[in-house]
């Protein structure tokens, strides 16, 4: 085991009665690296990811995030990642700040340091015009954005993103696939999944979920070498037809 | 604790931001204890009614002068043929007929006795029958005019007293009706709704992620409401007695204590419908259909419980609201304190625990 290592699963599973949902997977994520995690629509990269962010139980197995195992030691594991779910969750009818100060809160940041943060984060994003308005009026890409950077508040060790880019334009993809290099730069370790096969070809490394077992994982380059096509749709298409 | 403070400033702006949720609030409550004051009443007022008199002597006449003099009746006209009756009952404005017999003076001096026949429009039973009730009480009270000369060897002479309420008030009986109400829709729906919401808008699962705990979570969302909800009883408990004149008779220490008991119950049934629906329309349906109904008709604030038949009875036990009602109809009518009414609060006290106990349990499950 590498102490660089942020992520450690080992024969993770996960059974919903009879129905095996995530069949003892293994894999590591190394400090400052964008994994990626794919799979189609019940492949089972959702119930996995649950489990890695301390919400759902694993029925068997070993997992350990950010240096806490996820059976005993949930709660710290929620105070050391950032989590963004496929679904905008910002409050709609709270302001910009609002929700900033909000999550901070919750987050257990001190007010001076919200205020702080606050402030960073709106001029890097160009919110200062719209800082005093409610969430709900700013176009998806904005809220998308600010998301982003609401998981991200906290200083988290790992930031788990799910389906991030779900219906945004690919300015907008562009843009916010530039803040997770950032962030990633800054020692941030991301753990993304996504739909688009052009997105996995951005990440370090890409694990290829198919009925609940992780059947490939390398780096882009590697998996296209080892299934002899050009891009990362064909290797999908081709484990997923079996 | 600060993390706990700033989610409540929270949980306000959604409240104060919703017009919706404002006006079900504050306005629901004022128009709700308004419309079953004023408007909702079992009393009757000058009710219309119609006469067909026969035999027009003066016997008739007084009696006719008598009814309307009283200020439950006015008489809105005379008619002449019975045929005429069925046709003014399908106007519907008229709700009774008195018909006198013919030479009603003649038979009474002759036979000692006559007739007047008083016919209802039934389709409205209650008032129907208060109606009849009513003239029967003026026409014996005319009949002891008549015979004051005379002396009865036995008489039985009923003393009726009215208590607690007596002058058959409907308000008093929709006060306390309204309050539970009231209580029970702002805690259980409005907890139930505002639950259900994060958990639609995706937001739930970012608090279960963040290191806040669930019981906070869920009494974050809670605490706004108890407060509001005191409020709410606040603002009846005081419109019922400046503008309706409703007495509180007993403590109104006891009555808060009890409100509160009341208001942590519906909200423990708000989280247990906030556990079992995922979307707000669903929650909203569920307090309607599973609360309001069985408030309005089981829980004796508008049919009596007694006259219920024997399974509506036994089911009517498991409404926090019936033993809601007993309490605060104890305390603001008839003055009682704790110890007439500690078995019910008892009882409330055991469904909030048991509906506290449920949604523990299932929330848990629900995070497996």
């Known amino acids: 085991m590498k102490n660089s290592n942020v992520i450690q699963v080992d024969q993770l599973t996960k059974m919903f009665g009879d129905f095996t949902a995530v069949n003892a997977i293994t894999f590591n994520v190394e400090k400052g ?15 996995a990811m649950k489990m890695l962010i301390g919400i759902s139980k694993p029925t068997s197995g070993k997992a350990n995030v950010a240096g806490f195992d996820v059976f005993t030691n949930a709660e710290n594991i929620k105070k050391n990642i950032g989590y963004m779910s496929q679904k905008f969750a910002l409050y709609d009818d709270l302001t910009v700040k609002e929700n900033i100060t909000f999550f901070g809160g919750i987050y257990g940041l001190t007010r001076k340091r919200i205020k702080e943060k606050a402030s960073i984060l709106i001029e890097e994003l160009g919110l ?66 996504t739909h688009y096969m052009d997105e996995a070809e951005y990440c370090d490394r890409v694990s290829i979920m198919v009925n609940g077992k992780i059947e490939a994982l390398d780096t882009p380059k590697k998996l296209k070498e080892q299934f002899n096509v050009d891009n990362m749709n064909d290797v999908f298409l081709k484990l997923a037809r079996g | 604790m600060k993390r706990f403070i700033g989610f409540i400033k929270k949980e306000f702006y959604h409240i104060f931001r919703d017009r919706r949720s404002l006006f079900i609030l504050f306005g629901m409550p004022i128009a709700q204890i308004m419309l079953f004051g004023f408007a909702i009443t079992n009393e009757i007022n000058n009710v219309d009614i119609a006469i067909l008199d026969h035999s027009k002597d ?32 399908k106007k519907g404005k008229v709700k009774a007929v008195l018909n006198f017999e013919k030479d009603f003076s003649k038979n009474l001096i002759k036979d000692n006795k006559a007739t007047v026949q008083i016919i209802t429009d039934a389709t409205d039973p209650n008032t129907a029958n208060t109606i009849s009730n009513y003239v029967n009480a003026i026409l014996q009270q005319y009949q002891k005019e008549l015979n004051k000369d005379i002396t ?27 309050m539970t109400i009231i209580l029970m829709l702002v805690s259980a729906m409005m907890t139930s709704i505002s639950i259900t919401r994060e958990k639609e808008l995706g937001t739930m699962e970012i608090l279960l992620v963040s290191p806040i705990k669930p019981i906070q979570v869920i009494i974050g969302k809670v605490f706004p409401y108890i407060f509001l909800s005191i409020i709410n009883a606040i603002v009846i408990v005081v419109l019922s007695i400046f503008i309706f ?37 669903t929650a909203m349906m569920i307090s309607l259909m599973g609360l309001m109904l069985p408030v309005i008709l089981l829980s004796g604030f508008i049919f009596p419980i007694s006259s219920m038949p024997l399974p509506l009875q036994v089911i009517s036990n498991i409404i926090p609201a019936k033993w809601f009602i007993i309490i605060i109809k104890g305390i603001m009518l ?17 469904m909030t625990i048991f509906f506290i106990g449920l949604s523990v349990k299932k929330y848990k499950i629900r995070l497996e």
């Open chain 1, 33 to 47: 690296e964008i994994f990626g995690f794919l799979g189609a629509n019940g492949a089972g990269k959702t119930t």
């Open chain 1, 128 to 193: 200062e015009e719209v800082a005093n308005k409610l969430v709900g009026a700013l176009p998806l890409g904005w809220k998308q954005k600010l998301s982003f950077s609401v998981a991200l508040l906290h200083d988290p060790k790992i930031v788990f993103l799910d389906e991030p880019t779900g219906g945004v334009d690919p300015i907008t993809r562009r843009q916010f696939w530039e803040m997770i290099y950032k962030a990633a730069n800054q020692g941030t370790t991301v753990f993304v999944t």
């Open chain 2, 245 to 281: 004149k409703m007495p509180v008779q007993g403590s109104l220490f006891l009555l808060g204590f009890e409100s509160v008991l009341f208001i942590i119950t519906s909200l423990a049934l708000g989280i247990l419908i906030s556990t079992i629906s995922a979307t707000q329309q």
């Open chain 2, 152 to 178: 009865i060897t036995y008489q039985i002479i009923p003393q009726t007293r009215m208590v607690y309420n007596p002058e058959l008030k409907s308000v008093y009986m929709f006060v306390p009706g309204v």
């Open chain 2, 334 to 350: 008839k003055g009682v304190g704790i110890q007439f009414i500690w078995k019910e609060t008892l009882i409330l006290v055991g």
């Open chain 2, 58 to 89: 003066t016997t008739t006449e007084e009696i006719i002068n008598k009814i309307s003099a009283s200020k439950y009746f006015s008489i809105n006209q005379f008619i002449e043929r019975e045929s005429d009756i069925e046709t003014i009952f």
